[in-house]
């Protein structure tokens, strides 16, 4: 299995822009997870999905964010409009259950400037 | 609620020292505990996990002991190498809610 995949692995957008992250969970897990890292708050859950539908948004800092799971293999995390304070690296992370732990993609590198 | 405590770092160790990152934790019931470590520019990946008390968890050489009469889950490695630098997450899923607790990182540099 080639594992989470994300992409872009880097963007660079400027204030105002939409912004759309996109995540492919590995095949058979029922549970999707995003993520946002940052050096002053650290790892901090946004969101996440159990077959698809979303669980838990309270992690989502505001309206101007948004996420989608519209199939088992495909996740969308959009901002809109997006603002310097956004920039983070953004995760997402997928599992079977919860004991055999995530596995975490390589993340997207968010500057908004 | 449930959270992750961990020493801050960062740790800076010469090659072939012994190595303790310390993890304790509060969770109702009886969780599961993690470590994860991230590399430089990439995402976290699980090293280790125990899943009930006196557990211990192992891998790659490190090593965690489900210990719950001190709610601890301390990360342990007999001789570290420069390549084991890295951020280390100590981590906890308890309860009937899918998702897991993590500690704010410990930054682990090894100098040859």
Known sequence: ?113 | GDSVTQMEGPVTLSEEAFLTINCTYTATGYPSLFWYVQYPGEGLQLLLKATKADDKGSNKGFEATYRKETTSFHLEKGSVQVSDSAVYFCALHSGGYQKVTFGIGTKLQVIP
Not at chain 1, 19 to 43: A, E, N
Not at chain 1, 54 to 61: E, Q, R, T
């Open chain 1, 1 to 113: 299995d080639a594992g989470v995949i994300q992409s872009p692995r880097h963007e660079v957008t400027e204030m105002g822009q939409e912004v759309t992250l996109r995540c492919k969970p590995i095949s058979g897990h029922d549970y999707l997870f995003w993520y946002r890292q940052t050096m002053m708050r650290g790892l901090e859950l946004l969101i996440y999905f159990n077959n698809n539908v979303p669980i838990d948004d309270s992690g989502m800092p505001e309206d101007r964010f948004s996420a989608k799971m519209p199939n088992a293999s495909f996740s969308t995390l959009k901002i809109q409009p997006s603002e310097p304070r956004d920039s983070a690296v953004y995760f997402c992370a997928s599992s079977f259950g919860a004991t055999d732990g995530y596995t975490f993609g390589s993340g997207t590198r968010l500057t908004v400037v």
